[in-house]
């Protein structure tokens, strides 16, 4: 076995530069095993140093295994000799037979198609919104605001939108972003599109003067929106009429829940209510009990 010395230190590579100079080798002529890792503990306290083990010396060499010499291999008994097998009586011939006639194949009855559920026909039969006709763009005071930000907002954000603005009632301003790749712009299911038209509206009436309402869309993404919201809506409600069951949508904001509610305010069987607080308010859909009496 070597000879070897246990030595601490604030660190492994401490310990071992101590053990080095005490021994006065090379770090290549010692083999070192960590015995305790240094700790720092908390501000100061509870501190504890490296310490090694530093082997050093010759190494004992092990002695060589003995071989075993190899038995000499026994002889095994010969083996009966086999007798020959007797020769196999060769089959006599089948008769041939005649094959069987073939079988004409019957023609595969025509597939019947399935008819649409109620609640999935509305998907079919969906065509794309018509977006409404607005009349000609506008250029007045509250018109121009709404440009000037639009304008600085969609250059940070490296569009080339062109921006349209219509005004179809009096006090509600209707503004177009018209261009290619406004997905962006538009984000998931509306959220960006959403936070734009809201900073747009804060930018525009913080100046004084009369409060207006700014309706901001996007390849004509809010009447498709809506589309799908009542298609939703009508899929949910046969749901729960069938399975007697109440459903919870997931969060909406303010405009599409009204969407939902609207399109089921007459639908038989099912009533809607809001649930949750802002950003996480849901619409539940909800199976009218007695309904079925009616």
């Not at 599409?256 to 607080?277: F, K, N, P």
């Amino acid at each position: 076995m070597r000879d070897f010395i246990d030595v601490t230190g604030k660190n492994e590579d401490e310990a071992i530069s101590k053990a080095l100079a005490q021994l006065n080798l090379d770090r290549d002529d010692v083999s070192v095993e960590v015995l305790e890792r240094a700790k720092s503990g908390f501000l100061g306290l509870g501190a504890c140093p490296a310490k090694i083990r530093v082997y050093y010396g010759p190494e004992e060499e092990p002695a060589p295994a003995a071989v075993k010499e190899p038995e000499p291999p026994r002889a095994e008994p010969e083996a009966p000799p086999r007798r020959p097998a007797p020769e196999r009586r060769e089959r006599t011939e089948r008769k041939e037979r005649p094959a069987p006639p073939e079988k004409k194949e019957r023609p595969a009855p025509p597939e019947k198609k399935e008819r649409p559920t109620p609640s999935e026909r509305p998907a079919r039969e969906m065509e794309p919104p018509v977006p409404a006709a607005l009349g000609e763009e506008v250029d007045d005071e509250k018109a121009q605001a709404i440009k000037e930000f639009l304008s600085g907002l969609l250059e940070r954000m490296n569009s080339a939108a062109e921006i349209k603005v219509y005004l179809p009632e009096k006090g509600r301003y209707k503004v177009i972003l018209e261009g290619q790749g406004l997905g962006a712009l538009i984000g998931r299911r509306g959220e960006t599109l959403d936070a734009i038209q809201q900073l747009t509206s804060y930018a525009v009436n913080r100046g004084g003067g009369p409060r207006v309402r700014i309706h901001l869309d996007a390849e004509n993404y809010r009447a498709k929106r809506e589309q799908s919201l009542q298609h939703l809506a009508r899929k949910v409600a046969g749901k729960v009429v069938r399975y007697r069951r109440s459903v919870t949508l997931e969060p909406m904001n303010a405009y599409e829940r009204h969407v939902i509610h609207t399109a089921l305010q007459d639908y038989e069987g099912v009533t809607t209510y809001s649930t949750g607080m802002d950003p996480n308010r849901r619409v539940v859909v909800a199976y009218e009990r007695g309904s079925e009496r009616r």
